[in-house]
């Protein structure tokens, strides 16, 4: 399971926790401009934009998690098991696998609204990327500083949502999760006022009372709830530590750790990293389980107009300043 949100300052960001029982190799991947995608309809796109992301390389392909593209468009794939569909080939349509889906988009867009044209004329396949690598049951957000959209692939057709609130977990799909979210209307960061009864004075005990109700388990639908109040409540000055501080803060209070969600046996699943990209300077930063400390990327610092991927091993052991 997993959350994605949208955050706005002086500057646009997208970042998402991955939840997931184990690691699987991922790396910090900055794919260059010249980096050619083969896609399984037969088509090559040898020149795109340059993306960055968390990705496992797998046979010299990014397998991307999260990215974001050089003009701000960022993108993330969500587990979404037991609704997804992918559909058979059609030969009206461009055929485009899920695992294609995220370099396909941020390829060849520069904004939502050019992402959601490009993905009326595409047709979601069920092409998987090897034998060994299946597959997965995803869908998605696409962001960027004006507009946020959720892509669901159904049995009845690829769906297309506006996300007005940045945020993005998994089942039941997206609709139920807006539907929802109105049964939390009275929340509130200020202090509770009486509504109980007018002839008995009530008056809160505790500061944080404007929040009773908020959910507090790991559940999809609460993960939801608790990450857009707390996003949309979340207050900071425009800097740039600022801002990508209280990021990690919003996904903070939906991670899940280790222990707290058993799959069975001794497998568990918690929240592998936290990652947040400041979309319009091409800064990838991320946390991971083992090491709370935030490491950064900076896209500009590769050659972007090159051919071959650049990758960076994720920092998974902690870092602890020493400050006497």
């Not at 058979?88 to 959601?116: M, Q, R, T, W, Y």
């Amino acid at each position: 399971m997993c959350t994605a949100i949208t955050y706005k300052t002086k500057d646009f960001y997208f970042g998402r926790n991955l939840d997931v029982e184990q690691g699987y190799g991922e790396k910090v991947c900055i794919t260059p401009r010249s980096y050619p995608f083969v896609f399984r309809n037969g088509r090559t796109m040898k020149e795109h934009y340059s993306i960055i992301g968390m990705a496992v390389i797998e046979s010299g392909y990014p397998l991307y998690f999260d990215a974001t593209n050089e003009k701000g468009l960022s993108m993330a794939g969500l587990n979404f098991p037991d609704n997804a569909v992918y559909y058979p080939e059609d030969c009206k349509k461009e055929n485009i696998a899920p695992f294609e889906l995220i370099p396909f988009v941020l390829g060849s867009c520069a904004s939502a609204d050019e992402a959601l044209y490009k993905l009326k004329k595409i047709n979601l396949c069920s092409d998987s990327f090897s034998k060994v690598l299946p597959h997965t049951p995803l869908h998605w957000i696409i962001a960027d500083k004006n507009r946020s959209v959720t892509i669901e692939p159904m049995i009845d057709g690829l769906k297309i949502y506006e996300n007005t609130l940045g945020v993005l977990t998994n089942n039941p799909p997206f609709d139920y999760h807006m539907h929802n979210i109105v049964n939390y209307i009275n929340l509130t960061p200020n202090p509770p006022e009486n509504r109980f009864c007018s002839a008995v004075e009530l008056k809160p005990c505790s500061l944080g009372m404007g929040g009773i109700g908020l959910p507090g388990d790991l559940s999809s639908a609460s993960r939801f709830v608790r990450a857009a109040f707390v996003k949309l409540n979340s207050v900071c000055d425009e800097t740039e530590n600022s801002s990508v501080g209280s990021f990690f803060q919003i996904l903070g209070s939906v991670e899940q750790q280790r222990g707290l969600n058993r799959l069975g046996g001794d497998k568990y699943e918690y929240t592998l990293y936290s990652s947040c990209c400041n979309a319009e300077k091409g800064i990838y930063y991320y946390t991971t389980c083992g090491n709370r400390r935030i490491t950064a990327v900076d896209m500009y610092k590769t050659d972007l107009n090159g051919s071959g991927l650049t990758a960076y091993p994720l920092v998974t052991e902690q870092d602890v300043f020493c400050q006497n």
